[in-house]
């Protein structure tokens, strides 16, 4: 019971970053699929990409060691090494992947509400 809470602890800290960081993308592609159709579509494909890419369903133990700089230029694959930890390993995740996820989120929050209000004003015109 113990153990379960302590991993529910830290996955409720993880949870704050995943949500900022959705929350985030979202703005910004939502805005952009205003003023363009064809964003769902790319999205979309993109998702898919990004899914085969991101250490989901194979370790990253599987990955050379050459491609492990480019693996962690992924932000997904830092979301999802921080929850092995939590889940698989009943650690904390590192203290560099938490830096990274915390970088990765700043960023996004910044970027995508950059975007979306650039393209706020025009919103009542196009819908």
Known sequence: MMTANFASQR??????????????????LAALNVHYRDVQHIVTNFLLLWFFL???VYPT????????????ANPLA??????????????????????????????????GTKIFDGYRDTFPELV
């Open 11 to 28: 996955h409720m800290s993880l949870i704050k970053y995943v949500r900022l960081a959705a929350q985030s993308t979202v703005l910004a």
């Open 54 to 56: 991101t250490p989901i």
């Open 61 to 72: 133990s599987q990955i050379p060691a050459e491609m492990h700089a480019l693996l962690w």
């Open 78 to 111: 830092l979301f999802i090494d921080a929850y092995h930890a939590v889940f698989v390993a009943a650690s904390w995740p590192n203290l560099e992947t938490l830096a990274m996820l915390l970088a990765y989120t700043l960023v996004s929050l910044l970027v």
